[in-house]
């Protein structure tokens, strides 16, 4: 059984960072494509971040140059690090994975429950 456990969210002002955590039990395929997306109230889900397994990484435009996706292997972690968050950040943090990205994007693979996070002004 597959199970993804987020940590980290929480409340902080704009210009600040946060580190997501997501810990990934049980995905014993060498092949992979993890991600990060959000969600905020009222509004559709988002690709934040992702990283496949040969290294390579994506992100939305809207976080390019202020969020960092990464991984540990040997602690079958992924990360998320958030600089210079602004308030429209704000969302429920998803990560996710599967053998394929675009089975994320489809909604499918397996997720975590989420972790909040909130910018004030």
């Known amino acids: 059984q597959v199970l993804l456990v987020e940590s980290g969210g929480g409340s902080v002002q704009a210009g600040g960072s946060l580190r997501l955590s997501c810990v990934v039990y049980?995905?014993?395929?060498?092949?992979?494509?993890m991600a990060w997306f959000r969600q905020a109230p009222g509004k559709e889900r988002e690709g934040v971040a992702a990283?496949?397994?040969?290294?390579?990484?994506s992100y939305a435009d809207s976080v390019k140059g202020r969020f960092t996706i990464s991984q540990d292997n040997a602690k079958n972690t992924l990360y998320l690090q958030m600089n210079s968050l602004k308030p429209e950040d704000t969302a429920m943090y998803y990560c996710?994975?599967?053998?394929?990205?675009?089975?994320?994007?489809?909604?499918?693979?397996?997720w975590g429950q989420g972790t909040q996070v909130t910018v004030s002004s």
């Open positions: 996710a994975a599967d053998h394929e990205c675009r089975t994320l994007v489809a909604g499918g693979g397996y």
């Open positions: 049980g995905y014993t395929y060498s092949d992979y494509c």
């Open positions: 990283i496949d397994s040969d290294g390579s990484t």
